[in-house]
């Protein structure tokens, strides 16, 4: 292989590590339009045994956790102790960046 292909393949190998690293940032204000489109329901109120916005006591657990959990559970649903979350809020509309921007915006809006 020449040192320019090694070089050209190399280049791509980067980029496509720095696209996904600039894509898994959260945006807080695009989760707070999906919260409120699909997931104030039950964060509002706690149905459900959702754990309420802004409620530091029930996320700090859940905070502790990671967020990659927080968002795996969201994604594909969670039945705890005290209640359950459905796979996606019940909107199987939701895209993954939709959901990770949703769990940014409630654990920061909850500390």
Known sequence: ???????AICALFICSICS???SAVD??????TTYDAACVTC????????PKL???AAWAPR???GNALLVSHA???????VGMMPAKGGNAKLTPAEISNAVAYMVKSSK
């Not at 945006?27 to 707070?32: M, R, S, T």
């Not at 994604?75 to 102790?81: Q, V």
């Open 27 to 32: 945006n807080v204000a695009a989760g707070k």
């Open 75 to 81: 994604t594909n649903g969670f039945k705890g102790k």
């Open 43 to 50: 964060h509002k109120t706690g149905l459900m045994g959702a």
């Open 63 to 65: 905070i502790a956790q």
């Open 54 to 56: 802004g409620d530091k």
């Open 1 to 7: 292989m020449s040192r320019f292909m090694s070089t």
């Open 20 to 22: 996904v690293e600039a």
